[in-house]
């Protein structure tokens, strides 16, 4: 292994832009792109590479993607690809979730720390940073201003450094925090991990494994933890747990020896598997507060600001994340403000904005983390859309935004896209402020990309985009777009309630279904707040569609024939296409016959999903359940070539009502909706597939 080589003390020790104290996947990402921008930085680590740390070594595919963009996935020469990620629920078996690859990156990899440190670091070192190893920060330099710079002791000598911006990378126990004031006084949220590496495992997936939860020593009590199995290649597994509670750390080592034996007793993998070294264990963060980011000339990223996954312990791709995102806030700072304290307050904003809603989630369950684990296990094999939906939220983040609630959305023009940008993230503010105290996990839903990469449709885009066609920004558009939104997130809880079965004996709790009616009553109130704000009518609008939708779905669920007809079908669909359209064209200023035609058009496109829903069905991949085996359903079967038919004859007609709405990237990008063969899950073979 390449080693990055530390850099000699330099003549000058009073330009530097920026030092980092870290030199992880978080400190040397903020090191790289600070040296990309031009900045003189300065890299430093307590301890010599290459040196290993404890960490279960897996890379989601959100890493793989951050380092593809660093330019290192060809360096990781030991690296072990994974293709997913396989779930172990207590009792309930396993579930295996692949990831999609649309880009290219769409996969994850396990690599040992003891590689992909040094690799970062020699990326960072190229990029113009200078190192130094074996170098200790002892204390903040600065006063009630801020931050100017950090004491450092290295190659016998100490060094008074100053610059105007400090990345604080130095882990779960950042010496620097603490200095700050910015570690949470509350011992609640940390946690502690233990993990050891394992040869000779045998059969090993390539998929990153987790458990959860683990129980105590006594078999009787469930904890706030999980363990994983992560292949790292040649019959190696890197095998750890992790503990939320701090009122068992001191079991942890005890918790992690259980979780081995057990796999030795019944892991067919194992029966030969042998221990590499001892086990090691290292402290979980689990206290993001993006107010408690940083201070001014200081910035926190990764273990440091908390930011570790509280569901899987995962916190590389968090620590490259953050890393960037600090370089990018140093760089701008000064270029627009010179060579005072940098601001964090931008920077823990945008953390704000993007981690929102996955952490208070998880801070969430570990208070209460039973009603969180019975939910998650009661429904583990359950996918109706509002536990397969939290399901993917809590456990999965990558990608975890409202591209789960309907279906990818074309790319629209520059101008548009840039007001939808704008509007959106308006919408999604209003979406987090309700949300985040009682059900944060669905903070993230609202969440949108810099570059609109993964924008999806949804009832706000709708109404957005319809809203364009007149051409007036009203004042109500974001509150009436997060309406819309919060009544298709009620509308699948909703859904997701089914009648409780009748027997003599005990029965189990049924906590999907109390789930489900608190969610669905706590959205529904939200969403009718919002509308209110548009007066009586709107709220009269607002409570036809669902009345609409509420008597489709009992025509459903009593097997009426009618329920598969096209008018059943929109009006199941109105609260998320009929209705955001007609709001939208009336809020934009269109005329009435215009706003008439958007109207029609997200009837008859509402009908078309609907009717792409039930092929995603027949093909047994529903849009919140695994993958589809190829060939499940064919064109040759009467029933998808007769949803086929209504399909093509739904989005014809919205494609016909879009005649009346005046041309401009608003039409077009309605247009591109109703495609003709877009909605439902066929491929060019004619295979129903899975669009998930």
């Not at 279960?56 to 994974?82: F, H, I, K, N, P």
Request: aromatic content about 6%; glycine content about 12%; hydrophobic content about 45%.
């Amino acid at each position: 292994m390449v080693t990055p080589t530390p850099t000699m003390v330099p003549d000058r020790l009073d330009g530097f832009d920026a030092i980092v104290v870290g030199a992880g996947p978080g400190g040397a990402a903020a090191a790289y792109r600070l040296a990309v921008l031009g900045r003189r930085v300065l890299l430093i680590d307590r301890r010599e590479f290459p040196r290993d740390k404890c960490c279960g070594d897996g890379l989601t595919r959100s890493a793989v993607r951050l380092l593809a963009g660093m330019g290192v996935l060809d360096e990781l020469t030991g690296a072990q690809r994974v293709d997913g990620v396989r779930i172990r629920m207590r009792g309930r078996g396993g579930r295996d979730f692949h990831y999609e690859d649309s880009d290219g990156t769409g996969y994850g990899m396990v690599v040992p720390r003891l590689e992909l440190d040094a690799v970062l670091c020699r990326r960072a070192v190229r990029a113009g940073a200078v190192l130094w190893t074996g170098a200790r920060a002892t204390r903040l330099l600065g006063g009630a201003a801020g931050v100017h710079g950090v004491q450092v002791e290295y190659e016998g000598r100490r060094f008074a450094l100053r610059a105007p911006a400090v990345v604080a990378a130095d882990g779960a126990s950042s010496r620097l925090a603490h200095q700050a004031g910015l570690r949470s006084p509350d011992r609640e949220w940390t946690g502690f991990a233990a993990r050891g590496y394992f040869t000779q495992v045998a059969d090993l997936d390539e998929l990153l494994e987790i458990h959860l939860p683990l129980a105590d020593v006594t078999d009787r009590r469930v904890l706030p933890s999980y363990g994983w199995v992560f292949p790292v290649g040649d019959g190696t597994a890197n095998v750890g747990v992790g503990l939320f509670d701090p009122a068992h750390r001191e079991n942890v080592r005890l918790l992690y020896e259980r979780f081995v034996a057990e796999l030795a007793a019944t892991d067919h993998r194992f029966r030969a598997a042998r221990p590499a070294g001892p086990m090691t264990g290292a402290p979980l963060r689990l206290d993001f507060d993006p107010s408690r980011c940083g201070v001014p000339g200081l910035l926190l990223v990764g273990d440091a600001a908390g930011l570790v996954s509280p569901f899987t312990g995962e916190g590389i791709s968090f620590a490259l994340e953050s890393g960037l995102l600090a370089a990018d806030r140093i760089d701008t700072a000064l270029r627009r403000a010179g060579a005072g304290p940098v601001d964090p307050a931008p920077y823990a904003r945008q953390l704000a904005a993007r981690q929102s809603g996955y952490f208070e989630t998880g801070r969430y369950s570990v208070r209460r983390y039973l009603l969180a684990w019975r939910v998650l296990d009661a429904t583990f094999d359950d996918d109706r859309p509002l536990f397969a939906l939290c399901r993917r939220l809590a456990l999965f983040p990558d990608g975890a935004r409202a591209g789960v609630l309907l279906d990818p959305l074309p790319r629209p023009a520059p101008e548009l896209a840039r007001d939808l940008r704008r509007d959106l993230l308006a919408v999604g503010e209003l979406l987090a402020g309700c949300v985040r105290e009682d059900w944060p996990m669905f903070v993230r839903l609202g969440g949108v990309d810099e570059d609109l990469s993964t924008l999806s449709l949804r009832p706000a885009v709708l109404l957005l985009v319809a809203a364009a066609v007149g051409g007036r920004e009203h004042s109500l558009r974001h509150a009436l777009a997060a309406a819309v939104d919060l009544g298709l997130l009620a509308g699948l809880a909703v859904d997701s309630a089914r009648e409780e079965t009748r027997s003599a004996g005990p029965r189990p709790t049924p906590w999907g279904n109390r789930f489900a009616v608190l969610v669905a009553d706590f959205l529904l109130a939200r969403a009718y707040e919002f509308a209110a704000q548009g007066g009586g009518p709107v709220v009269a609008e607002f409570a036809e569609a669902l009345t609409v939708a509420c008597e489709g779905r009992a025509l459903e669920l009593r097997d009426d024939p009618s329920s598969a007809g096209g008018p059943v079908l929109a009006g199941r669909a109105a609260i998320a296409f009929e209705l955001p359209c007609r709001l939208g064209g009336r809020l934009g200023g269109a005329r009435v016959p215009v706003v008439n035609a958007l109207a029609a058009y997200g009837r008859e496109v509402g009908a078309a999903y609907a009717l792409g829903e039930q092929l995603r069905e027949l093909a047994g991949a529903s849009r919140w359940g695994g993958s589809a085996q190829p060939g499940a359903a064919t064109r040759d079967d009467p029933r998808v070539a007769g949803l086929l038919g209504l399909v093509a004859e739904h989005a014809q007609r919205a494609r016909e009502a879009l005649r009346v709405v005046p041309a401009g990237p608003a039409r077009e990008l309605l247009a591109r909706l109703a495609a003709p063969g877009l909605p439902g899950p066929v491929d060019p073979e004619g295979r129903v597939m899975s669009v998930t």
